[in-house]
């Protein structure tokens, strides 16, 4: 026997059973985000790998260690995207839609591609729902931002939800707090992790994220960033916080708050979730408005979110969602029926039923045990001259013609 091929690891399939609760989530996603005017959009599966480099940041995880790279036939440099945001400006830029009525928002729910340690919660190829409203730099579309979110993962039945909320001011800012910041880390270098003292030039925020005991202590009397912001970043901030604070929506101020992503200017949020375990990041997003400028486009402010469809499905717990219910379930109980049978269930479609018809060639009873186990509203049998409705509910029958099994589904349907 040949040896079996399997997924390759950290990816997963979604069987049928596991689809239903992913379109719940899609579905919400298109009346909570469409119906806040977001439109869909997607974007290729992979892009130069330069807009990852120049968009994500060349000192991140993202772009150091976890990308898939590869050259394709034409010598191009290319990556599957390992998140939404900077293909979304791309494509603004690229699309001249700076010219159109701002902020231009738009949603997508889409897979991404991340060379991580595999593990529950965090895979290779993920799931994403996310949007990105570009173009307008008013604290009403952050704080709209994170209430949709909130919205969604309410919406999902996301469990024991906690929002952490910071500012990380303007780039100006932050370059001079990080001064600040690198010579404080020099002068306690001595009790620094080797991997903190190694990104002190590189990354030094970091330094907030580390697990290290030595580098925590550290951390604790270290400057903080939401102390040094400008006086307009503060009052753009605290309008956010007011906003958020009118909507009644919790959040803890989290001045360490840090993101593996370059991008992020101001705002800057994380929606966690206690019911899972070490990955318990759910969702998160920020403002970031020089991205765009990055890229090659006008200086264009910008704010959005991602949500991990994995993540908010384990934190939801196993709530069912219902299966397709069956209105007409079409069995026969001769072998030349066979034919009328598929038939009526095909037409039954066209006339908007959801119709199944016999495939495995049951005997009449298991026929009917398969209609119970889907739980079909209505089951016809079709024989040699006529065929039999059964209402599955009340256990009432009656023979009629062939021809009119639709038209009775329907009418008792309605009646309904
Ligand atoms: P991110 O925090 O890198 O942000 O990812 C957002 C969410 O995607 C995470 O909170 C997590 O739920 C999920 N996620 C990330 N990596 C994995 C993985 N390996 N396996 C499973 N789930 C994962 C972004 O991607 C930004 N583009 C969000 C954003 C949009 N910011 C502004 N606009």
Known sequence: MS??????????????DDAARRDAVEAAARRILGGAGYGRIETPAFEATELFARGVGASTDIVQKEMYTFEDGGGRSLTLR???TA?????????????LPQPVRFWYFESFFRYERAQAGRYRQFWQLGAEAIGSADPL???ECILLLAELLDAVGVREVRLRLSSLGTAETRAVYREELQAYLRRHEDQLSEEVRNRIDLNPLRAFDADHPGTREVMRGAPLL??????EDAEHFAAVRALLDDADLQYELDPTLVRGLDYYARTLFEFTSDALGAQSGVAGGGRYDGLIEQLGGPATPAVGFAAGIERMLLAAGEHPVAAMPVDLYVAYATDGARHPA???AREARRAGLAAQV??????LKGQLRQAGRLGARFVAIVGDDGATLRDMESGEQEDVEPGR?????????KSL
């Open 226 to 231: 939401l102390d040094r912001l400008s006086d």
């Open 141 to 143: 579309v952050d704080a």
């Open 3 to 16: 040896p079996r091929i399997q997924a390759p690891r950290g990816t997963y399939d979604v069987l049928p």
């Open 342 to 344: 598929f038939g009526i």
């Open 405 to 413: 099994v639709i038209p009775l589904v329907l009418r008792r349907e």
């Open 82 to 84: 390992p998140e939404g």
């Open 358 to 363: 016999e495939l495995a060639g049951r005997s």
């Open 87 to 99: 293909p979304i400006c791309r494509a603004y830029v690229e699309h001249g839609m700076s010219r």
